[in-house]
């Protein structure tokens, strides 16, 4: 099962504060951990609402509203994209992760991604090969554009 970990923006963090090295060097090491166990797939930092954009939907109609935005608990700081056996196993390693925000409070959410077996009959032999073409691709490009990392499945 794969899992989205998303670490909650701060106030800090929607102000573009930069971890301290201290905290950087313990993410490098709880990283590190993760990837030797092969359970870490991505995971990276977002740059402050301020520079990113939102697309409404409203029917056939698209709004583009730029940042930031107000919500700041509601918005997303850093993800992991995490392969594991359980939701408790996602939670035992978050456990072990440092705080992301020194000296405050800060929330990391944990959410299952979809597999194409979740989706049922709607989910075509079409659709799951198109879906397979794609993430062969995906890999295709990932190993010539990175041919020194390896990928944990």
């Known amino acids: 099962m794969r899992f989205m970990v998303m670490v ?13 090295e201290e905290l950087l060097t313990a993410m490098g090491h709880f990283n590190e951990a993760m990837c030797r166990a092969g359970v870490m797939l991505a995971g990276e930092g977002l740059h402050p609402s ?15 509203v730029d940042g930031p935005f107000p919500e ?56 799951h090969a198109q879906e397979e073409r794609l993430r062969a691709e995906l890999a295709s ?5 990175h041919p020194q990392r390896k990928e944990f499945t």
């Open 8 to 20: 909650r923006a701060t106030a800090a963090s929607e102000a573009g504060v930069m971890p301290s």
């Open 50 to 64: 301020s520079a990113g954009a939102r697309v409404r939907f409203q029917g056939d109609r698209r709004e583009v």
């Open 72 to 127: 700041t608990g509601e918005l997303i700081a850093g993800f992991w994209l995490l392969q594991l056996r359980s939701l408790d196993e996602a939670i035992e390693w978050m456990k072990r992760a440092p705080n992301p925000f020194e000296g405050i409070d800060s929330e990391i959410e944990i959410r299952r991604v979809y597999d194409a077996e979740d989706f049922g009959a709607e989910f075509t032999p079409e659709a």
């Open 141 to 145: 490009r990932h190993e010539s554009n």
